[in-house]
């Protein structure tokens, strides 16, 4: 167990509806990151915040937005949602801005 | 842009034999991660190496951070059925940076 948690696990939704995935990094953590990941594909860095504020951004698509709030914790959010959004999204938390990532277990979005 | 290249892309072994895969880019990188995923689950960090020539072991891994900067190696001895899963590096380019590249893993079958 990484200390790193995701709600909610899994996610079944229609293509054009919105969704909001939550994550509370390890205790003392102050960066959260988030990724996407196709099937059998490679981790997809997606934006990091580090102690409420962006800090970078990867290839996040307009549709998706995050925000860190002051407890730290994390929402990403995904609209007008199409079928190729279907994809293990994840997050992890790291105790500077830099350094070893540790992740969550992930939330499993399918888009029918 | 950067890329990592992983090799090999699979691999399957006999229980009890020696693995050994790498990661290698035209860029220079300060960090190298090593992360194992299985399926359905998050990455778990096995190694972090954070200078040049750096060799560390946890358990029957063991990480080199290359000389040139340019690659990583991991090598897992005495391979075990547990040992199955997707292998990924992920690499730091510049110091203090929080962008993380990740390498297309390596899916790693053991044959009891």
């Known amino acids: 167990d990484s200390g790193v948690t995701q709600t909610p696990k899994h996610l079944i939704t229609a293509t054009g509806q919105r969704v909001t995935l939550r994550c509370s990094p390890r205790s003392g953590d102050l960066s959260v990151y988030w990724y996407q990941q196709s099937l059998d594909q490679g981790l997809q860095f997606l934006i990091q915040?580090?102690?409420?504020?962006?800090?970078a951004k990867g290839n996040i698509l307009e549709r998706f937005s995050a925000q860190q709030f002051p407890d730290l914790h994390s929402e990403l959010n995904l609209s007008s949602l199409e079928l190729g959004d279907s994809a293990l999204y994840f997050c992890a938390s790291s105790v500077a801005g830099a350094g070893e990532q540790y992740f969550g277990p992930g939330t499993r979005l399918t888009v029918t | 842009g950067q890329q990592l290249n992983q090799s090999p892309q699979s691999m399957f072994i006999q229980e009890g034999e020696d693995v050994s895969m790498n990661c290698t880019s035209s860029?220079?990188?300060?960090?190298w991660l090593w992360y194992k995923q299985e399926p359905g689950e998050g990455p778990v960090l096995l190694i972090a190496l954070y200078k040049a020539g750096e060799l560390t072991s946890n358990g029957r891994l063991t990480a080199q951070f290359g000389i040139t900067r340019k690659d990583s190696f991991l090598n897992i001895s005495a391979s075990i059925p547990s040992d199955v899963g997707i292998y990924f590096c992920?690499?730091?380019?510049?110091?203090?940076?929080?962008?993380?590249?990740f390498g297309t893993g390596t899916r790693l079958k053991v044959l009891a």
């Open positions: 992920a690499a730091s380019p510049t110091s203090g940076t929080y962008k993380y590249i």
């Open positions: 915040y580090y102690n409420g504020e962006e800090r």
């Open positions: 860029s220079i990188f300060n960090t």
